[in-house]
């Protein structure tokens, strides 16, 4: 046995098909595997949160309780991870108390162990409600670093910062890479530093976009990171994680030895290669991307600004736009881009190319972060553009959700008056996406007898696939990778 091992996270079950199929893997492609997943001795597989919650409703007709469930009934030896946005929990605002505390709670009684809990801005005020519910529930909270780079943001930024979500009761810490920026040596860099200052176990989560995951991950592992993220290779690399197998050949005979058994993985991988092939990969997902690197533009933000570009008949204006996001990010006070200020510095800056002007068209949602509606901007905004923007609108300077009444009695009656769903957890998933849950609920509750085959009518004009569109925004989310 190595001294000291190294931890695996294995994100096959969630980030991983996340990055690479838009979230489109099945409950039915990962049952019958289940039990080997079991056996091999992960330190957690994540498996829930970011994106799965809507795309289960929206597209897979799944209920995103009844998958957490059945995991859990499956995975009864290995803890079961999720993903969490702060105070958005799996939306795109924030919730009241109340609904972060309700979520809180039945995410752990379904199932769920380790929460590894972000916020876009970095502001721990927007993390403080659900760190404290998952604790209060007993679970374990993995509290974020969004790691990005900028004149703000420097290791010491980041020592002090995971120093406070040590001593708001952080489980473990995260370094959460999600656009591949973290190089190798700074990777090992920041881990030997925040060994020296926090006593909680770090968790090392980064892509493989511009190329150099693997490198990161194992600098990380040569600093003394505790855990880090990995994919089983079918669905690895790329916009994805780097691969698990890889990683652990690497560290065999090492004092940093996983101690997982390559035979395993290379069952677990067989059969997700089948699952893969079903699986709608557009190849663009698995070339190294060094623009990221560049322009610290993650990848799928780049292939938002590449379609707006066309839906206004401008991609002529594509590098225009790249110069202008430093531009914003800078007036915007160097937010991370992550979602959901990824989207909102990159549209910002499309705007600004298209218009010819800066900041003469301004979305609700640029207003939004100017104004402090998603929390404190790390860096100095410039005040010239907050009030062109936003005019002698008051800035928020309290916690953002300290402004919200509570929710959960209200929808608890909404839900009831329309006779939608039957429990505590059908009221949350309308909460978080009523649009979605409502009809999805209809389905559920209310399934068609199936009727004998009618003759096939002529074929029609195919219309407009559904799927583009959203794929398009989730690739964007993956682009923040959640």
Known sequence: MAKNPLKITDTILRDAHQSQAATRMKLEDMVPILPVLDSIGYWSLECWGGATFDVCMRFLNEDPWERLRTLKKGLPNTKLQMLLRGQNLLGYRHYADDVVEAFCKKSIENGIDVVRVFDALNDPRNIEAPMKYIKEYGGLVEACISYTQSPVHNEDYFVKLAMQLEKM???????????????????????????????????????????????????????????????????????????????VATLQGTERDTGLDLEKLSQAAAHFRDVAAKLDIDPKVLRVDTNTLLYQVPGGMLSNLISQLKQANASDKYYDVL?????????????????????????????????????????????????????????????EVRRKCIGNDEVITCRPADLLEPEMEKLRAECKEKHLGHC???????????????????????????????????????????????????????????
Not at 209 to 222: E, K, P, R
Not at 330 to 359: C, H, M, W
Not at 425 to 448: H, I
Request: aromatic share 6%; proline share 11%; glycine share 8%.
């Open 424 to 482: 505590e957890e059908d009221v949350l998933s309308y909460a978080l996406f009523p649009a979605v849950a409502t009809p999805f609920f209809e389905k559920r509750d209310n399934p068609q007898p199936k009727e004998p085959a009618a003759p096939a009518p002529a074929p029609a004009p195919a219309p407009e696939d559904p799927n583009k569109v959203h794929v398009l925004v989730v690739e964007d989310l993956t682009g923040g990778n959640f």
């Open 323 to 383: 110069k202008e996001i430093p531009n914003v990010r800078k007036d915007f006070g160097y937010p991370p881009l992550v979602t959901p200020t990824s989207q909102i510095v990159g549209s910002q800056a499309v705007l600004n190319v298209l218009a010819g002007e800066r900041y003469k068209m301004v979305p609700k949602e640029s207003k939004g972060l100017l104004r402090g509606e998603y929390g404190q901007l790390p860096g100095e905004v410039n005040e």
């Open 169 to 247: 009761g952080a489980d473990t810490i995260a370094i959460k890479d999600m656009a591949n920026l973290l190089l190798p040596y700074d990777a090992y860099s920041l881990v030997k530093k925040l060994k020296e200052n926090v006593g909680v176990p770090i968790h090392l989560h980064t892509h493989n976009t511009t190329g150099t995951g693997d490198m990161t991950n194992l600098m990380a592992a040569q600093a003394g990171v505790d855990i880090v993220d990995c994919a089983l290779s079918p669905l690895a690399n790329g916009t994805s994680q780097p691969a698990t197998e890889s990683m």
